[in-house]
């Protein structure tokens, strides 16, 4: 699905950034990341550096990625074509108002990282 749907809709340049679950790690997922965006993807034992334990800040990691899923996986899927117009409705069901309800969110999250000096901080 990443190579065939995710990455041709990438824009030029992009910087891929994953989690550190076991799928993302596989030989065959790095190679495939080394291939398609070379000294640009950020994941485990990559050469990128990522601050070691950072929090993922940003709107997407914080709410978008949480909201579609919960709402793509409301209804259970026939087929691959099923579940990418799923993504896509979900995708455009989220309105202006509810992305600056994020953007103020990660606003206090980012006061909360510089109150901080930077440590570990419980998410409510």
Same mark, same amino acid.
């Given at each position: 699905m990443l190579q065939l749907y995710a990455v041709p809709q990438f824009p030029e340049g992009v910087i891929s950034q994953l989690d550190g679950s076991p799928p993302h790690y596989c030989?065959? +997922?790095r190679e495939f990341l080394d291939t398609t965006f070379? !000294?640009?993807?950020?994941?485990?034992g +990559?050469? %990128?550096?990522?601050?070691?334990?950072?929090q993922d800040i940003t709107p997407l990691d914080l709410y978008l990625w949480g909201y579609v899923k !919960?709402?793509?996986?409301? $209804?259970? %899927?026939?087929d691959i074509n099923h579940l990418k117009q799923r993504i896509t409705d979900v995708i455009h069901s989220v309105?202006?108002? +509810?992305?600056?309800?994020?953007?103020? $969110?990660?606003?206090?999250?980012?006061?909360?990282?510089?109150?901080?000096?930077?440590?570990h901080i $419980?998410?409510?």
């Open positions: 030989n065959t +997922v070379p !000294q640009r993807w950020i994941g485990r +990559v050469v %990128m550096v990522w601050p070691p334990r950072s !919960q709402h793509v996986h409301s $209804e259970r %899927m026939n309105t202006p108002d +509810v992305l600056t309800r994020v953007c103020e $969110e990660l606003d206090y999250l980012l006061d909360v990282c510089r109150a901080t000096n930077g440590s $419980e998410l409510r």
